[in-house]
């Protein structure tokens, strides 16, 4: 109050000191108009009122009057009342979004910020550090897509989980997102197959230097592109460039969105009142990621799109893990314990120390490869597709 009170009164002595100068025909009144910043004709009304009410009339009649369009206090105690019984530890933004969707509040966010600093239960934000110049996004939806996870306490009274997330660079468009117990090969093909089944190949995958994404001779250095992991193996199949970052800050698109997500994420879920992964992963799919896309991502520089739509038989028994055996005497496949029988086959009465390859997928199925020539299939529930052969016997291995 005091700040507008010293500004009323230096407006004042501004009006006098105008308003003498055109009493003594120093000043016209369009050059005065023009001194105080305002027209000709606002000049002369309040000549009129300096005239009628002589000092009372040069006082801002709105001091102390409040605003129409103020907030008014119930919806203001309102507001307070929200943020510390239900909303307490969101942003002022995430909260604001809430007030907008929920509660029908129809004042800006900028009100909301500045309430609530007032109040003391939000922080003012530190002051930034220098500018520094953000990496060009990609100009098309396709070319670039960035994928990392982040461990952290997502859901309540749980410990940290992983969050998997596959998003474009050209939009932060979030594509495939899901929790897991634990980062690795699997999770990293169950972003790639639900981004690749929705839009297709894209061009070039963009990715942290870890174990499951690439093999690094020396720590700390260089990635070997002769030794691929898995996933390199699996990329390099489908003609997508595997692109590995070498800092925190080269992933600064992949950092800044889990900063964000790390701070409303877990809100929003134990606001849905969401507390196990299954349930969790439901909801991120079906109601989260629509939202947030909706929320957060950005027009791509250049209309179209990067991706190539191809058939999922294309890409199904490339996205798995993939390891070399060869068959035993009594037709049979050792793989982690246990061995996988080789049902009979048109082809060949046996297949005994031939070499053949083991295909592990992301729904926990498995099948036998000889060359190109699939020789089983088994899923967890054993069924199969009326043509299949018939699916091996797994025993525990002796």
Same mark, same amino acid.
């Given at each position: 109050?005091?700040?507008?009170?010293?500004?009323?009164?230096?407006? #004042?002595?501004?009006?006098?000191?105008?308003?003498?100068?055109?009493?003594?025909?120093?000043?016209?009144?369009?050059?005065?108009?023009?001194?105080?910043?305002?027209?000709?004709?606002?000049?002369?009304?309040?000549?009129?009122?300096?005239?009628?009410?002589?000092?009372?009339?040069?006082?801002?009649?709105?001091?102390?009057?409040?605003?129409?369009?103020?907030?008014?206090?119930?919806?203001?105690?309102?507001?307070?009342?929200?943020?510390?019984?239900?909303?307490?530890?969101?942003?002022?933004?995430?909260?604001?979004?809430?007030?907008?969707?929920?509660?029908?509040?129809?004042?800006?966010?900028?009100?909301?910020?500045?309430?609530?600093?007032?109040?003391?239960?939000?922080?003012?934000?530190?002051?930034?550090?220098?500018?520094?110049?953000?990496?060009?996004?990609?100009?098309?939806?396709?070319?670039?897509?960035?994928?990392?996870?982040?461990?952290?306490?997502?859901?309540?009274?749980?410990?940290?989980?992983?969050?998997?997330?596959?998003?474009?660079?050209?939009?932060?468009?979030?594509?495939?997102?899901?929790?897991?117990?634990?980062?690795?090969?699997?999770?990293?093909?169950?972003?790639?197959?639900?981004?690749?089944?929705?839009?297709?190949?894209?061009?070039?995958?963009?990715?942290?230097?870890?174990?499951?994404?690439?093999?690094?001779?020396?720590?700390?250095?260089?990635?070997?592109?002769?030794?691929?992991?898995?996933?390199?193996?699996?990329?390099?199949?489908?003609?997508?460039?595997?692109?590995?970052?070498?800092?925190?800050?080269?992933?600064?698109?992949?950092?800044? #969105?889990?900063?964000?997500?790390?701070?409303?994420?877990?809100?929003?879920?134990?606001?849905?009142?969401?507390?196990?992964?299954?349930?969790?992963?439901?909801?991120?799919?079906?109601?989260?990621?629509?939202?947030?896309?909706?929320?957060?991502?950005?027009?791509?520089?250049?209309?179209?799109?990067?991706?190539?739509?191809?058939?999922?038989?294309?890409?199904?028994?490339?996205?798995?893990?993939?390891?070399?055996?060869?068959?035993?005497?009594?037709?049979?496949?050792?793989?982690?314990?246990?061995?996988?029988?080789?049902?009979?086959?048109?082809?060949?009465?046996?297949?005994?120390?031939?070499?053949?390859?083991?295909?592990?997928?992301?729904?926990?199925?498995?099948?036998?490869?000889?060359?190109?020539?699939?020789?089983?299939?088994?899923?967890?529930?054993?069924?199969?597709?009326?043509?299949?052969?018939?699916?091996?016997?797994?025993?525990?291995?002796?």
């Amino acid at each position: 109050m005091r700040r507008t009170e010293q500004r009323q009164g230096l407006r #004042m002595l501004k009006l006098r000191d105008v308003l003498s100068r055109w009493e003594a025909s120093s000043l016209s009144q369009l050059e005065a108009a023009e001194l105080l910043g305002m027209s000709e004709r606002t000049f002369r009304r309040w000549v009129r009122r300096y005239e009628a009410d002589g000092d009372a009339g040069l006082s801002d009649g709105r001091l102390g009057r409040r605003s129409g369009r103020a907030v008014p206090v119930d919806r203001a105690m309102e507001v307070a009342r929200l943020y510390r019984d239900r909303y307490q530890g969101f942003t002022a933004k995430h909260f604001h979004e809430y007030l907008v969707r929920d509660h029908g509040f129809r004042w800006g966010y900028s009100w909301t910020k500045r309430f609530l600093q007032s109040r003391g239960l939000i922080d003012k934000a530190p002051r930034r550090g220098a500018h520094r110049r953000k990496r060009p996004r990609r100009p098309m939806v396709g070319m670039m897509l960035h994928q990392d996870g982040s461990s952290h306490p997502w859901l309540v009274d749980h410990g940290p989980l992983d969050l998997i997330v596959t998003m474009d660079d050209a939009t932060s468009t979030i594509y495939s997102v899901f929790l897991v117990e634990e980062e690795g090969t699997m999770s990293s093909f169950q972003g790639l197959i639900e981004t690749i089944a929705a839009h297709g190949l894209p061009c070039s995958l963009y990715t942290d230097r870890g174990s499951h994404y690439w093999y690094t001779p020396e720590a700390g250095g260089k990635v070997s592109k002769t030794q691929p992991t898995q996933v390199g193996r699996a990329l390099e199949q489908l003609g997508i460039e595997h692109i590995p970052a070498y800092s925190p800050e080269a992933r600064g698109r992949s950092e800044r #969105m889990f900063r964000t997500l790390q701070g409303r994420l877990p809100k929003d879920l134990a606001l849905a009142g969401i507390t196990g992964i299954e349930a969790a992963n439901a909801w991120l799919r079906d109601v989260w990621l629509v939202r947030h896309n909706e929320r957060f991502a950005v027009k791509p520089a250049e209309a179209g799109s990067a991706f190539v739509t191809v058939p999922e038989a294309q890409w199904r028994d490339i996205l798995c893990v993939q390891e070399e055996r060869t068959v035993a005497p009594d037709n049979t496949v050792s793989w982690h314990g246990k061995r996988l029988q080789i049902p009979a086959h048109p082809s060949r009465a046996h297949f005994v120390r031939a070499k053949v390859r083991v295909h592990d997928y992301v729904d926990g199925s498995m099948a036998i490869f000889h060359g190109p020539r699939c020789l089983a299939r088994w899923t967890p529930e054993r069924e199969r597709e009326r043509d299949d052969p018939p699916p091996p016997t797994i025993t525990q291995a002796a």
